[in-house]
């Protein structure tokens, strides 16, 4: 099936319709249950499919990632099982400028992006929100593991009932305009609930992978993304150890991220890290495991949801990566953009470029994005 790319221009808004939501359909089981649900809830549906970049080196689906021609055509079936209508909406642009050109613009300067959370915040609950409201539909949708809860006027982020599937994380940047408008139906719902949902329906993605790879990079192999995308070359340089002493040659310092072990080519007496580079100098320092411990962190570009603003001290738990368990600290504010975070046992791998989340029970307090690591 091919799809022609609808590229919305500016037109007279329109009278919102408080029972219409456009669904965001990537194509995934996720967001073609969560269009199922919504339908059977009685919304008026719009599925929509963002093509965001065009994945054509993956068009037969053998990697973990999306924004394939397979993925539009997985959408657009499921869209039409359900009845609902279904069109794609062409973002490219905006994509490039928003996530693709930050993303080297954070590797380059020496941090490591997490594009996943800028295509959260600019492309899925920023553009289609605005298109939603063009299409005069007060309602967007997704496939998101989280849930939404208003308490006394204020819209709260909370995680989702399964844990394991939690996206809370991917999704701290989202306002209260933004929250007020969003609908995440599967916050109450298990993986197997998900795909028995599914099969019932009769989709042809009931057991299709999940997305796990960035969709512009589907290899893994950033630097080599770069190269190309860029025209530049990475030039070699050093591994330094702490004493100072050369540990060897590196391909580039934009290839490397704090706390990675694997690929160094360095033979030591025990395990070699990243901990820290110079990109002025094109230096990646190595060393032990001890070297990647952190007390603490400043963010800047903060996002806060359980309140309008930090004014004092606040306990939380915290967590600088997806996946990582939730470890205890204090926040306190250092300026409305920013904040530090004191840990109450030293964490590792503490790294500029990627988000700190800050949670109390299942709420999401807020986030940003680290900007420094607080070695003492």
Known sequence: MKNTDIIFRNVEPMELDRN?????????VDSSVAASLMRKQGYNCLGTTMRL???????????????????????ADCASRLDIPFEVANFTADFKEKIIDKFIRTYEAGGTPNPCIDCNRYMK??????????RGLFYICSGHYARIEERDGRFLLKKAVDETKDQSYVLYSLTQN???????PLGELAKAEVRALAEREGFLNAHKHDSQDICFVPDGNYEAFMEKYTGKSY????????DGKVAGKHHGAVGYTIGQRRGLGISYSEPVYVY???MKKNIVYVGTENMLYSTGLIADDVNWIAFDKLTDKLRVTAKTRYRQKEFPATVE??????????????????????????YQGDIVVGGGTIAEAIKN
């Open 178 to 184: 933004q929250l007020e408008h969003i609908k995440f």
């Open 276 to 278: 820290d580079k110079d």
């Open 20 to 28: 219409g939501v456009l669904i965001a359909m990537s194509g995934g």
């Open 235 to 242: 030039s070699e340089g050093d591994f330094i150890f702490p």
């Open 53 to 75: 970049y065009n994945n054509q080196d993956n068009s037969s689906g053998s990697l973990h990632t999306c924004c394939t021609e397979k993925d539009v055509e997985d959408a």
């Open 125 to 134: 609950f920023g553009k289609l929100i605005d298109l939603a409201k063009r």
């Open 333 to 358: 504010p250092l300026d409305d953009s920013r904040f530090k975070l004191v840990f109450d046992e030293p964490q590792k791998a503490v790294t500029v470029g990627q988000a700190v989340v800050l």
